[in-house]
């Protein structure tokens, strides 16, 4: 690849997560993470559907993280994924990679980012463990959380953990 900007350093991040499923009453649930957008309210920590007329108040995404020495990509999937949404999860099978770039607040850095995920399904713990990086973590239907992910990218993602779910 040719290099537009050749006094720019590019720099190159990988990270790992999943998406988080459960069946209820037919219906397919996943695990989304969101960051107010306006002044916190005190979001609830709850494992309840949210109120629906509060989700915008939101940006959602899924659970992912940096890798800490040493650790596979499904390590860090595992601990990432624990770590933000309070959830102790098992993977069930990789959804692929996505990657994007972006620029960062050092001057003539660009970053390409490859984010690995995987399938993971619940095994315990709860969403009021969940650490402060997100202000709310909730289970959402399929149909809901394809509207509402903030990335496109994620929405992909999720598109692929749902065909796995169906060809079971």
């Known amino acids: 690849m040719t290099e537009?900007?050749?006094?720019?350093?590019?720099?190159?991040?990988?990270?790992?997560g999943g998406v988080v499923w459960r069946r209820?009453?037919?219906?397919i649930q996943?695990?989304?993470?969101?960051?107010?957008?306006?002044?916190?309210?005190?979001?609830?920590?709850?494992?309840?559907?949210?109120?629906?007329?509060?989700?915008?108040?939101?940006?959602w995404s899924l659970a992912?993280?940096?890798?800490?020495?040493?650790?596979?990509l499904e390590e860090t999937?595992?601990?990432?994924?624990?770590?933000?949404?309070?959830?102790e999860v098992e993977i069930e099978s990789p959804l692929g990679a996505i990657d994007y770039w972006f620029v960062g607040r050092e001057a003539g850095v660009r970053f390409h980012k490859t984010v690995h995920y995987y399938l993971m399904?619940?095994?315990?713990?709860?969403?009021?463990?969940?650490?402060p990086e997100f202000d709310v973590v909730q289970w959402f239907t399929s149909e809901e959380a394809l509207k509402i992910l903030a990335y496109a990218n994620?929405?992909?993602?999720?598109?692929?953990?749902?065909?796995?779910?169906?060809e079971r």
């Open 77 to 87: 999937a595992l601990r990432e994924v624990r770590e933000e949404t309070g959830l």
């Open 121 to 131: 399904t619940p095994t315990g713990g709860g969403f009021e463990l969940h650490d």
């Open 154 to 166: 994620e929405t992909e993602v999720l598109r692929r953990a749902l065909k796995t779910i169906a």
């Open 64 to 72: 992912k993280g940096t890798p800490d020495p040493g650790e596979t």
């Open 30 to 59: 996943a695990v989304l993470c969101g960051l107010t957008l306006r002044a916190k309210a005190g979001a609830a920590k709850s494992q309840q559907l949210p109120d629906t007329s509060k989700i915008k108040n939101y940006r």
């Open 4 to 16: 537009k900007n050749p006094g720019r350093r590019v720099e190159t991040l990988v990270s790992a």
């Open 24 to 27: 209820v009453d037919g219906q």
